[in-house]
C-alpha cells in the first residue's frame, strides 16, 4: 500500500528543523560576540554596587564595626568577589578584605587625584564614584573601583578584578559552535526518525484512500491513538464503510433498470415462446396421464398390482409436470426480471456445504464421491439465494451423470475481480456440436436418461439466466476423464 509523494512532509519537517537550528545558531553566535563583552562588564558593575549597598546599609551610622558587622561584610565580599578598605578620618584602617597595603595605598592615590592608565569614570553620584582602568596596556588586568563616604567619618574603597573577556568569548563561542554541530546532527536524526513516527500513519491513510478509489473498501485504518490522526482515521473508516454500501445500492439499482428496459423488449417474444415450449413438453407426459386413467376407468386391468402401476405412472407424470412447471415458472422470474437480483455479501464457500449437505440422501444413493476443494472462505457480491440454486443445478446434474470412478470435484480459483466455482465429475464428454445448445431450454442430450431421473431441460436454462442477471459468466469444459462447469462470481465491487 505505498504511496509516492513528491514532496515528503518527513523530508520538509526535517530541513525546517535543520534551517530553524542552524539560524539560531547563527544568533547565538553574533550575541555572544558582540554583547557578551560588554553584558559581563554590566555584570560586574551592578555586582559591585550591591556589595557596596549593602555593605552601606549594614554600617549605617555607626562609628565603629562591630565582630559580627565585620562577619556580615566578609561575607558580601565573598560572595560578590570583592576586596574592601575602610578608613575613618585619621587614615586608621577599620575594616579590610584583601590586601590591605595595595588598597590603602590605592586610596591615598585616589585621595591625590593620581589615577593609572586607562583611567575611566563610569558613574559619579553624591555618595560614591564607580571607576575602571588598566594597569597594563594589554587590558589583561582590569580592575572596576567604588570609593567614596560609608558616612561622614568612613572612607572606603572597593575593588573588583574582571578577567579578559575577549579570550573568554572567543573560547567560549568555539566551544558552543561545536556542541551546536553535535546538536544538530543528533537533532537531525532525531527529527527524522520522529518525524517519521507522525508520516507514517499519514501515509497508510493515503494508501487506504487509494485502494478505495479502486473500490476496494477491505482495507481498513487501525485506530490506536486519540489524536487528529485517529480522528481522521475513525472518518475514513467510516467513509469505507457508506460508500460499500452506497455502491451496494446503485448496483442493485441499476441492475433493476436494466432488467426493466429488457424485460419490455423481451416480454412478448418469451410469453410466445414459453406457451410453445410448454405445450410441447407438456404433450407426452399428458398423454401417458390420460391413456393411463382411461385405462382404469375402463378397468382394463383387473388385478390389485396393475391398477397400482397405472397409478403409480399417473402420479410419477404429475410430479415431472410440476417440477418442469415450477421452473419453467423461475426461469421466467428471471428472464422477465420479475425476481430481482438482491446484491449482498457472503461466503460462498458455506452456501457450497450447504448445498453438498442437502444432497446427501441423493449422494449417497448413487454411491458418488464429493470432494470439496472450496471450503476457504471467500466472501463475494451477489444474490445469495440464487447462486446456490446455480450451485445445487450443477451438483445434481454431476450426481446423475457421474460414472467410472463416481466422483466430483467442486474447487474455487480467485481471478482479479472474481472467484471462479467449478463442478467437475467423472464421466463421459458432452458432444462438441451440443456444448452451447446445452444451455437452450428443454434441450436434453440423452432424453431417455433425462426423463429416467425426472429432468426438465430448463436446469441450466436457469443458471444461464441467473448468471446473465449477474453480468458474469458461466460455461463448460470437456476434460479427458470428464466434464467441468464453471460460473464465476464477484469479490470486489468494480
Same mark, same amino acid.
Given at each position: 500500500?505505498?504511496?509516492?509523494?513528491?514532496?515528503?512532509?518527513?523530508?520538509?519537517?526535517?530541513?525546517?528543523?535543520?534551517?530553524?537550528?542552524?539560524?539560531?545558531?547563527?544568533?547565538?553566535?553574533?550575541?555572544?560576540?558582540?554583547?557578551? #563583552?560588554?553584558?559581563?562588564?554590566?555584570?560586574?558593575?551592578?555586582?559591585?554596587?550591591?556589595?557596596?549597598?549593602?555593605?552601606?546599609?549594614?554600617?549605617?551610622?555607626?562609628?565603629?564595626?562591630?565582630?559580627?558587622?565585620?562577619?556580615?561584610?566578609? #561575607?558580601?565580599?565573598?560572595?560578590?568577589?570583592?576586596?574592601?578598605?575602610?578608613?575613618?578620618?585619621?587614615?586608621?584602617?577599620?575594616?579590610?578584605?584583601?590586601?590591605?597595603?595595595?588598597?590603602?595605598?590605592?586610596?591615598?592615590?585616589? =585621595?591625590?587625584?593620581?589615577?593609572?592608565?586607562?583611567?575611566?569614570?563610569?558613574?559619579?553620584?553624591?555618595?560614591?564614584?564607580?571607576?575602571?582602568?588598566?594597569?597594563?596596556?594589554?587590558?589583561?588586568?582590569?580592575?572596576?573601583?567604588?570609593?567614596?563616604?560609608?558616612?561622614?567619618?568612613?572612607?572606603?574603597?572597593?575593588?573588583?578584578?574582571?578577567?579578559?573577556?575577549?579570550?573568554?568569548?572567543?573560547?567560549?563561542?568555539?566551544?558552543?559552535?561545536?556542541?551546536?554541530?553535535?546538536?544538530?546532527?543528533?537533532?537531525?536524526?532525531?527529527?527524522?526518525?520522529?518525524?517519521?513516527?507522525?508520516?507514517?500513519?499519514?501515509?497508510?491513510? #493515503?494508501?487506504?484512500?487509494?485502494?478505495?478509489?479502486?473500490?476496494?473498501?477491505?482495507?481498513?485504518?487501525?485506530?490506536?491513538?486519540?489524536?487528529?490522526?485517529?480522528?481522521?482515521?475513525?472518518?475514513?473508516?467510516?467513509?469505507?464503510?457508506?460508500?460499500?454500501?452506497?455502491?451496494?445500492?446503485?448496483?442493485?439499482?441499476?441492475?433493476?433498470?436494466?432488467?426493466?428496459?429488457?424485460?419490455?423488449?423481451?416480454?412478448?417474444?418469451?410469453?410466445?415462446?414459453?406457451?410453445?415450449?410448454?405445450?410441447?413438453?407438456?404433450?407426452?407426459?399428458?398423454?401417458?396421464?390420460?391413456?393411463? #386413467?382411461?385405462?382404469? =376407468?375402463?378397468?382394463?386391468?383387473?388385478?390389485?398390482?396393475?391398477?397400482?402401476?397405472?397409478?403409480?405412472?399417473?402420479?410419477?407424470?404429475?410430479?415431472?409436470?410440476?417440477?418442469?412447471?415450477?421452473?419453467?415458472?423461475?426461469?421466467?422470474?428471471?428472464?422477465?426480471?420479475?425476481?430481482?437480483?438482491?446484491?449482498?455479501?457472503?461466503?460462498?464457500?458455506?452456501?457450497?456445504?450447504?448445498?453438498?449437505?442437502?444432497?446427501?440422501?441423493?449422494?449417497?444413493?448413487?454411491?458418488?464421491?464429493?470432494?470439496?476443494?472450496?471450503?476457504?472462505?471467500?466472501?463475494?457480491?451477489?444474490?445469495?439465494?440464487?447462486?446456490?440454486?446455480?450451485?445445487?443445478?450443477?451438483?445434481?446434474?454431476?450426481?446423475?451423470?457421474?460414472?467410472?470412478?463416481?466422483?466430483?470435484?467442486?474447487?474455487?480459483?480467485?481471478?482479479?475481480?472474481?472467484?471462479?466455482?467449478?463442478?467437475?465429475?467423472?464421466?463421459?464428454?458432452?458432444?462438441?456440436?451440443?456444448?452451447?445448445?446445452?444451455?437452450?431450454?428443454?434441450?436434453?442430450?440423452?432424453?431417455?436418461?433425462?426423463?429416467?431421473?425426472?429432468?426438465?431441460?430448463?436446469?441450466?436454462?436457469?443458471?444461464?439466466?441467473?448468471?446473465?442477471?449477474?453480468?458474469?459468466?458461466?460455461?463448460?469444459?470437456?476434460?479427458?476423464?470428464?466434464?467441468?462447469?464453471?460460473?464465476?462470481?464477484?469479490?470486489?465491487?468494480?
Amino acid at each position: 500500500m505505498g504511496v509516492k509523494v513528491k514532496y515528503s512532509i518527513r523530508m520538509k519537517l526535517t530541513i525546517l528543523l535543520l534551517c530553524l537550528t542552524v539560524g539560531m545558531v547563527i544568533a547565538s553566535v553574533l550575541i555572544n560576540r558582540f554583547f557578551l #563583552a560588554d553584558y559581563y562588564l554590566e555584570t560586574k558593575e551592578r555586582n559591585l554596587l550591591k556589595g557596596y549597598s549593602k555593605i552601606n546599609e549594614i554600617i549605617g551610622d555607626s562609628e565603629k564595626i562591630s565582630e559580627q558587622v565585620s562577619n556580615e561584610i566578609t #561575607a558580601i565580599c565573598e560572595k560578590y568577589g570583592i576586596t574592601l578598605i575602610i578608613v575613618d578620618n585619621s587614615d586608621y584602617i577599620k575594616f579590610q578584605y584583601g590586601n590591605g597595603m595595595i588598597l590603602r595605598e590605592r586610596l591615598q592615590q585616589i =585621595n591625590f587625584g593620581f589615577n593609572p592608565r586607562d583611567y575611566e569614570l563610569l558613574e559619579r553620584t553624591d555618595e560614591y564614584f564607580l571607576h575602571g582602568y588598566n594597569l597594563n596596556s594589554t587590558g589583561t588586568n582590569r580592575y572596576l573601583e567604588v570609593s567614596g563616604f560609608l558616612n561622614p567619618n568612613m572612607i572606603f574603597l572597593m575593588r573588583m578584578a574582571v578577567e579578559s573577556i575577549n579570550e573568554s568569548v572567543a573560547i567560549s563561542t568555539k566551544f558552543y559552535l561545536a556542541i551546536s554541530v553535535l546538536v544538530m546532527i543528533v537533532g537531525m536524526l532525531s527529527a527524522f526518525i520522529i518525524s517519521g513516527e507522525f508520516t507514517k500513519p499519514i501515509l497508510k491513510l #493515503a494508501g487506504i484512500s487509494k485502494e478505495m478509489t479502486n473500490l476496494n473498501f477491505k482495507a481498513k485504518y487501525d485506530v490506536t491513538t486519540n489524536d487528529e490522526i485517529g480522528v481522521l482515521g475513525e472518518s475514513i473508516n467510516e467513509l469505507s464503510d457508506k460508500l460499500e454500501t452506497t455502491i451496494i445500492e446503485l448496483k442493485q439499482v441499476n441492475s433493476q433498470l436494466v432488467s426493466d428496459i429488457e424485460q419490455k423488449e423481451k416480454i412478448d417474444e418469451m410469453r410466445k415462446e414459453f406457451i410453445s415450449n410448454v405445450s410441447h413438453e407438456l404433450k407426452t407426459p399428458i398423454a401417458l396421464i390420460q391413456g393411463y #386413467a382411461e385405462g382404469l =376407468n375402463e378397468c382394463v386391468v383387473d388385478d390389485d398390482e396393475s391398477r397400482e402401476f397405472y397409478c403409480s405412472v399417473i402420479i410419477d407424470e404429475a410430479n415431472k409436470m410440476n417440477k418442469m412447471v415450477k421452473d419453467l415458472l423461475s426461469l421466467t422470474h428471471i428472464e422477465f426480471g420479475d425476481g430481482a437480483i438482491q446484491i449482498e455479501k457472503f461466503d460462498i464457500s458455506g452456501v457450497i456445504k450447504g448445498v453438498i449437505k442437502s444432497l446427501e440422501y441423493l449422494i449417497k444413493q448413487g454411491d458418488v464421491q464429493v470432494i470439496n476443494k472450496a471450503d476457504k472462505e471467500i466472501y463475494v457480491y451477489a444474490d445469495e439465494y440464487k447462486i446456490e440454486g446455480v450451485i445445487s443445478n450443477y451438483l445434481v446434474n454431476a450426481i446423475h451423470y457421474v460414472k467410472n470412478e463416481k466422483k466430483i470435484y467442486i474447487s474455487s480459483e480467485i481471478k482479479k475481480n472474481c472467484v471462479r466455482i467449478s463442478v467437475f465429475n467423472t464421466g463421459d464428454n458432452i458432444p462438441k456440436d451440443e456444448l452451447e445448445r446445452i444451455w437452450e431450454k428443454f434441450y436434453k442430450i440423452d432424453k431417455a436418461r433425462t426423463r429416467e431421473y425426472g429432468g426438465t431441460g430448463i436446469g441450466l436454462s436457469i443458471v444461464k439466466a441467473t448468471m446473465k442477471a449477474h453480468n458474469m459468466d458461466c460455461g463448460v469444459i470437456n476434460h479427458s476423464d470428464g466434464v467441468e462447469f464453471w460460473f464465476e462470481v464477484q469479490t470486489r465491487l468494480v
